[in-house]
């Protein structure tokens, strides 16, 4: 079983920056494959970034060249570093993992990100 907490959300102006954190425990961190998700009110939940566990990243196409997701193995946590945000980023974000081995999901609580003037 894992365990995951996430943090970083909040109010940002358009054109600021927010780091989210996601800080797993109950196993270990290197064998899980790391996700964002973000679910905005009336929409589908939609997948921002993943990192593997060999380290190589994908994005979205609407947050690409703006959001950097990365892993910290030593910490057992993933970051998702989002600049110049816009107001169709806010959202609800969730960090997702899943074992590469038993392809098990995890989710997060989920942290608020609202970009707003």
């Not at 927010?18 to 997948?47: M, N, T, V």
Request: proline share 2%.
């Amino acid at each position: 079983q894992v365990q995951l907490v996430e943090s970083g959300g909040g109010l940002v102006q358009p054109g600021g920056s927010l780091r989210l954190s996601c800080a797993a425990s109950g196993s270990i961190f290197s064998i899980y494959h790391s996700r964002w998700y973000r679910q905005a009110p009336g929409k589908q939940r939609e997948l921002v970034a993943s990192i593997s566990i060999s380290g190589s990243t994908n994005y979205a196409d609407s947050v690409q060249g703006r959001f950097t997701i990365s892993r910290d193995n030593t910490k057992n946590t993933v970051y998702l570093q989002m600049n110049s945000l816009k107001s169709e980023d806010t959202a609800v974000y969730y960090c997702n993992v899943q074992n590469s081995i038993t392809m098990a999901n995890y989710w997060g609580q989920g942290t608020q990100v609202t970009v707003s003037s």
